[in-house]
């Protein structure tokens, strides 16, 4: 397509001989990144975003595109099949019968069927796109769908319930502090605050409490990194203040109350008041307050089938590039557009607040396991003090990827007498032959015989896992296949790695 413009005549008249406004509302008031629904009549045509400044365009064709005045614009999708659909639930929801769109160019304003209808078209747009750029292969999919319905099956009755009734609760506790930040009483007392004071009587004690603590158990953990990025804080004293910005770490009530009157309650209402998802990120990405997890708490409790309960960039940054072949902006907007793509995947029912909080834990249990079993890494090494977890954590998440299915993985100690034999193949003696002499038979070791299993099944992943690696002499134990387990070899294996073992006919 070689022009993406729209545009208008210069000049015109209306029937009393009055300038028509449009053409300085399309240069003036129009602005780059607006988005416009281009109509013919009311019939819907396409959907664009604009890309340029308004400008004379001299050489037209008075068959074609007549029009001179014009912007550059990005073609986002045309008006078919699904966008019909959309139409008419909507015309339907507003008992309309067509599009209302008096004039040329109208600035969309207000609640109504054609505003609704352009703002759900985008988002139905951007779902679109997002769901094309999903970076699993039909196998991954399957993979992960499988894991999904045995981590559904396996959780028990009493513990849905206990999801169910305690996002409920949370809800109703949210509502008081909703309530008090949209009518503008939430007071320094219900943000900051003591557990056991007289003042802190609100659900949780006070909201940073009760959006860093209280609901972590089914709405994940949003930790502020510390207690001062908050930004206010009441001391121990329970008289003093920490006010960040200022570097006041003993600031006094009076300091405290306007800075928080005029820092926080309008953040946190402008959040509160916005109902659409992106708009809640870009309040919070780009606001100053410095405790930005704990934020996002606030657009989860709003919007709890939008957004993943988890709040960690390292594991978000994970899975956005497990799951979505793309480059978002901000790591609130990748866990939304996570959210998105693993609901259509999963089949997730929105209306459950019990499989939403499932999905979340599954997610996170997903990219947890996936660090320890990465086809693109994949040699893993623990380490750390004795009686930290290591080896439970491995096999907790092996039994995760492999479904419950033992026979993919093997569990292995060494210590300083382990030797080749043991590990690869060695000369044993097997008996005593018919004349009395000591028989020796090659076997094959713990290894050979795990890696003979594994070939068997190539559609499959196995894991070999050593625990208490450093107590052998790994030249000695590994012998010439040490060099086979680097990742470039394992990726040609019918050229590169084929050896002859010392054992080897």
């Not at 208008?8 to 240069?27: R, S, T």
């Not at 416009?36 to 400044?53: C, E, F, H, I, N």
């Not at 820092?263 to 659409?276: C, P």
């Not at 497990?322 to 209306?351: P, W």
């Amino acid at each position: 397509m070689k022009k993406q413009v729209i545009g208008m005549g210069e000049y015109w008249e209306d029937k009393k001989g009055n300038p028509v406004v449009d053409p300085k509302l399309f240069k003036d008031d129009m602005k780059i990144d607006d988005v416009v629904m281009v109509r013919d009549g009311s019939t819907p045509v396409a959907l664009v975003k604009v890309k340029g400044d308004a400008y004379i365009e001299h050489n037209t064709d008075d068959e074609f595109d007549w029009f001179k005045l014009r912007r550059q614009i990005e073609i986002l999708g045309f008006y078919e099949e699904d966008e019909k659909n959309l139409l008419d639930q909507i015309l339907t929801a507003y008992g309309k019968s067509h599009i209302q769109a008096p004039g040329t160019l109208t600035n969309c304003s207000g609640s109504n069927a054609t505003n609704n209808f352009i703002v759900e078209w985008y988002k139905l747009r951007n779902h679109k796109r997002l769901m094309e750029n999903i970076n699993l292969s039909e196998e991954r999919q399957t993979q992960i769908k499988a894991l999904w319905n045995k981590f559904k099956s396996e959780t028990k009755e009493e513990e849905k319930k206990f999801n169910n009734d305690e996002v409920e609760k949370l809800i109703s506790a949210w509502k008081s502090y909703k309530d008090k930040i949209l009518n503008d009483t939430l007071s320094l007392d219900d943000y900051t605050n003591i557990l056991g004071s007289s003042t802190a009587t609100m659900p949780g004690g006070y909201l940073c409490n009760f959006l860093e603590r209280t609901t972590r158990i089914v709405l994940g953990s949003s930790k502020p990194g510390t207690a001062f990025n908050f930004e206010v804080k009441l001391n121990d004293d329970n008289s003093t203040y920490h006010i960040k910005s200022t570097s006041k770490p003993n600031a006094s009530r009076q300091d405290a109350e306007i800075y928080f009157n005029n820092n926080i309650k309008g953040l946190l209402k402008s959040i509160v008041s916005k109902t659409d998802p992106l708009e809640k990120i870009h309040l919070i990405e780009n606001s100053n307050y410095s405790a930005k997890q704990v934020l996002m708490k606030l657009a989860v409790l709003d919007n709890l089938s939008d957004f993943l309960y988890i709040y960690s960039t390292q594991w978000l940054e994970e899975l956005y590039n497990e799951f979505i072949d793309s480059e978002a902006e901000g790591i609130f907007r990748k866990n939304h557009q996570v959210c998105l793509v693993a609901k259509k995947l999963l089949d997730v029912n929105e209306e459950d607040k019990n499989e939403l909080v499932l999905l979340s834990r599954f997610l996170w249990r997903f990219v947890n396991s996936k660090a320890i079993a990465d086809t693109n890494n994949p040699n893993v090494i623990l380490y750390g003090p004795p009686g930290t977890g290591k080896t439970f954590s491995v096999k907790s998440s092996l039994d995760f990827v492999c479904q419950g299915d033992t026979s993919r993985y093997e569990i292995l100690q060494f210590h300083p007498s382990f030797t080749y034999e043991d590990f690869i193949e060695g000369i044993k003696p097997k008996g005593v032959s018919k004349d009395g002499n000591i028989r020796f038979e090659l076997v094959n070791g713990i290894f050979k015989n795990f890696c003979i299993k594994a070939k068997k099944y190539p559609e499959k992943d196995f894991y070999f896992v050593v625990d208490e690696i450093n107590r052998a002499n790994l030249s000695m134990v590994f012998g010439e296949t040490l060099s086979l387990l680097e990742k470039d070899y394992r990726q040609d294996t019918k050229n590169k790695n084929l050896i002859r073992t010392q054992y080897s006919a």
